[in-house]
């Protein structure tokens, strides 16, 4: 990767966090997908829980790309990620589980769009990818985008009986340092399973989510993750912080109407306000059915920009 950025700009500093704790099949496909995008302003850290698998030897012969990496007790996942948080100094933040990986280009056009666009406080992509046990995409699960508003209203809280569109991919959102600490800084330990979405629910109250139209990493589905196995819990921790979060959401009636709009107008879409006619963009933007959302799409004569879209 070249030493600058396309604008001439020096790349941001980016601090990735592997947690990891017996995961020596797969740990080596996350390191890898990390250090070999060759990212000239990378700092890498990997907190290991005092594994007994091999994961160890496998960290260790990355060691000399690595800013720091410990192997020791640790209270858990979430308490692993925060304290490879508080070794960290770079501008923008992710935590990359061990048995997940990111795509070739995703900390370049992430460090890009951070650097244009100072308004993006936190960033997801609009293309999350499931990865399988040997590390191939095989599937792209679209989203039209994601809004504040329709967050807490359940939105993205999906398996209830509510309407929802999607997940928040926790393996390809990025956030700003400023964001980490206006949210707190820290990850709440006392969930075993929800940490993500419960940092979501803090992001959202300082900042609106930007989505961008590249798969940035994906989720690797081989049945062992705790996920897998505690779905119900992970549901119930994530209800609790959307409630926390002072999240209501939706009826049964609106729910009703949100979900027949949803799979028989929009799909997996967002609506473009930069395709419709102006008098039809106008009167979407009054409907109170519909949410604003904001993308970062790549053309080729105006490189990244940010479009309008709207969602259900």
Same mark, same amino acid.
């Given at each position: 990767?070249?030493n =600058?950025?396309?604008?001439?700009?020096?790349?941001?500093? =980016? %601090?990735?966090?592997?947690p990891?704790?017996n995961?020596?099949?797969?740990?080596?496909g996350?390191?890898?997908?990390v250090l070999?995008?060759?990212y000239?302003?990378?700092?890498?850290i990997?907190?290991?829980?005092?594994s +007994?698998d091999?994961s @160890?030897?496998?960290?260790?012969?990355?060691e000399q790309? !690595?800013?720091?990496? @410990?192997?020791e007790?640790?209270?858990?996942?979430? /308490?692993a990620?925060?304290? #490879?948080?508080?070794?960290?100094?770079?501008?923008? =933040?992710?935590?990359?589980? %061990? &048995? /997940?990986?990111y795509?070739?280009?995703?900390?370049?056009?992430?460090?890009e769009i951070?650097?244009?666009?100072?308004?993006?406080?936190?960033?997801?992509?609009?293309?999350?990818?499931?990865?399988?046990?040997?590390?191939?995409?095989v599937?792209?699960?679209?989203n039209?985008?994601?809004? *504040?508003?329709?967050?807490?209203?359940?939105?993205?809280?999906? #398996?209830q009986?509510?309407?929802?569109? #999607?997940w928040?991919?926790?393996?390809?959102?990025?956030?700003?340092?400023?964001?980490?600490?206006? $949210?707190?800084?820290?990850?709440? +330990?006392?969930?075993? !399973? $929800?940490?993500?979405?419960d940092?979501?629910?803090?992001?959202?109250?300082?900042?609106?989510?930007?989505?961008? %139209?590249?798969?940035?990493?994906?989720?690797?589905v081989?049945?062992d993750?705790?996920? $897998?196995?505690?779905?119900?819990?992970?549901?119930?921790?994530?209800?609790?912080?959307?409630? *926390? #979060?002072?999240?209501?959401p939706?009826?049964?009636?609106?729910?009703?109407?949100?979900?027949?709009?949803?799979?028989? @107008?929009?799909? /997996?879409r967002k609506? %473009?306000?930069?395709?419709?006619?102006?008098l039809v963009? +106008? $009167?979407?933007?009054? =409907?109170?059915?519909?949410?604003?959302?904001?993308?970062?799409?790549?053309?080729? &004569?105006?490189?990244w920009?940010? !479009?309008?879209?709207?969602?259900?």
């Amino acid at each position: 990767m070249p030493n =600058m950025m396309p604008s001439g700009a020096p790349w941001p500093k =980016m %601090s990735i966090v592997t947690p990891s704790f017996n995961q020596g099949q797969l740990i080596e496909g996350a390191i890898r997908s990390v250090l070999e995008q060759e990212y000239p302003n990378l700092e890498y850290i990997i907190i290991d829980g005092n594994s +007994t698998d091999g994961s @160890v030897d496998t960290i260790r012969k990355y060691e000399q790309q !690595l800013a720091y990496w @410990v192997s020791e007790p640790d209270g858990g996942q979430y /308490d692993a990620i925060n304290k #490879g948080f508080s070794k960290t100094t770079g501008e923008i =933040m992710a935590w990359l589980n %061990s &048995d /997940d990986k990111y795509t070739p280009w995703a900390l370049s056009v992430v460090a890009e769009i951070f650097s244009i666009f100072p308004q993006v406080g936190w960033l997801t992509t609009a293309y999350g990818l499931n990865w399988d046990r040997l590390g191939r995409a095989v599937q792209c699960v679209p989203n039209g985008g994601f809004n *504040r508003h329709a967050f807490f209203r359940g939105s993205n809280l999906p #398996g209830q009986d509510w309407h929802a569109t #999607g997940w928040i991919q926790q393996e390809s959102t990025f956030w700003r340092r400023s964001t980490w600490e206006g $949210a707190g800084g820290h990850i709440d +330990t006392s969930l075993k !399973l $929800a940490g993500d979405f419960d940092l979501w629910t803090k992001f959202f109250r300082h900042n609106d989510l930007y989505a961008v %139209s590249s798969p940035l990493g994906g989720f690797r589905v081989h049945g062992d993750q705790k996920t $897998a196995h505690h779905m119900q819990a992970y549901m119930e921790e994530a209800k609790a912080s959307l409630h *926390r #979060g002072g999240g209501h959401p939706y009826g049964k009636f609106e729910s009703a109407i949100r979900r027949f709009l949803h799979l028989s @107008v929009m799909g /997996d879409r967002k609506i %473009s306000l930069n395709s419709l006619p102006p008098l039809v963009a +106008t $009167a979407i933007k009054r =409907m109170p059915i519909f949410y604003p959302v904001k993308f970062c799409t790549w053309t080729i &004569d105006k490189g990244w920009q940010i !479009l309008e879209g709207y969602i259900v």
